[in-house]
């Protein structure tokens, strides 16, 4: 959900120094970091919240037990290939390998964004070439925060889109989970 870029005048943070600024960030703003610059990060609405809750709800009971666990949109994904460094914060996200740093994954398996008028552009262009490029990501899904629709892009079947709505069930092949695309909504 990048807003606005913000960075030191005639200067480009490094990923350390963003972490650094970020992880001791007492300002409620959370930031987003794509090769040195910094993105503020929009709030988020009523509608948003609820439809990421439930489905983070949705994914702790299914995953209960398994050595897989969800994360809130308070958890950063880290993305490197090569000198290409970001960090982004997807509204979920599974991961199913061990993690050993406290404040980002770099391994999910499942990342989902709730679309919103101001994210859904870089959700489906930026962060979907991003995304891609990790290697233990299997899915990306994308849910309309207006109204009960989900897209899926997968690895297995290159990165094509797949769209589901209203009574429709989608399958999250990443953890055997299905869904009534509308019980996300109600």
Same mark, same amino acid.
């Given at each position: 959900?990048?807003?606005?870029?913000?960075?030191?005048?005639?200067? *480009?943070?490094?990923?350390?120094?963003?972490?650094?600024?970020?992880?001791?960030?007492?300002?409620?703003?959370?930031?987003?970091?794509?090769?040195?610059?910094?993105?503020?990060?929009?709030?988020?609405?009523?509608?948003?919240?609820?439809?990421?809750?439930?489905?983070?709800?949705?994914?702790?009971?299914?995953?209960?037990?398994?050595?897989?666990?969800?994360?809130?949109?308070?958890? %950063?994904? %880290?993305?490197?290939?090569?000198?290409?460094?970001?960090?982004? =914060?997807?509204?979920?996200?599974?991961?199913?390998?061990?993690?050993?740093?406290?404040?980002?994954?770099?391994?999910?398996? $499942? *990342?989902?964004?709730?679309?919103?008028?101001?994210?859904?552009?870089?959700?489906?262009?930026? %962060? $979907?070439?991003?995304?891609?490029?990790?290697?233990?990501?299997?899915?990306?899904? $994308?849910?309309?925060?207006?109204?009960? =629709?989900?897209?899926?892009?997968?690895?297995?079947?290159?990165?094509?889109?797949?769209?589901?709505?209203? %009574?429709?069930?989608?399958?999250?092949?990443?953890?055997?989970?299905?869904?009534?695309?509308?019980?996300?909504?109600?």
């Amino acid at each position: 959900m990048p807003n606005s870029a913000f960075v030191l005048p005639d200067s *480009i943070l490094t990923p350390e120094a963003y972490l650094l600024m970020e992880n001791d960030n007492n300002t409620g703003t959370r930031h987003e970091f794509v090769n040195g610059l910094v993105y503020a990060m929009t709030g988020a609405s009523r509608d948003h919240n609820r439809i990421s809750r439930r489905l983070y709800v949705r994914l702790s009971q299914h995953l209960q037990g398994t050595r897989c666990e969800p994360f809130q949109s308070d958890m %950063k994904v %880290k993305i490197q290939r090569g000198g290409d460094v970001r960090f982004y =914060y997807p509204d979920v996200q599974v991961a199913c390998e061990e993690e050993t740093d406290r404040y980002y994954n770099e391994r999910p398996c $499942l *990342i989902v964004e709730v679309l919103s008028d101001s994210t859904q552009r870089t959700d489906r262009t930026e %962060k $979907l070439m991003a995304y891609q490029t990790i290697e233990y990501l299997q899915e990306y899904a $994308l849910l309309s925060q207006d109204s009960p =629709y989900l897209e899926v892009y997968r690895r297995r079947t290159a990165w094509q889109r797949e769209s589901f709505s209203e %009574k429709q069930s989608v399958t999250l092949e990443s953890i055997d989970l299905t869904l009534v695309v509308e019980a996300l909504y109600s």
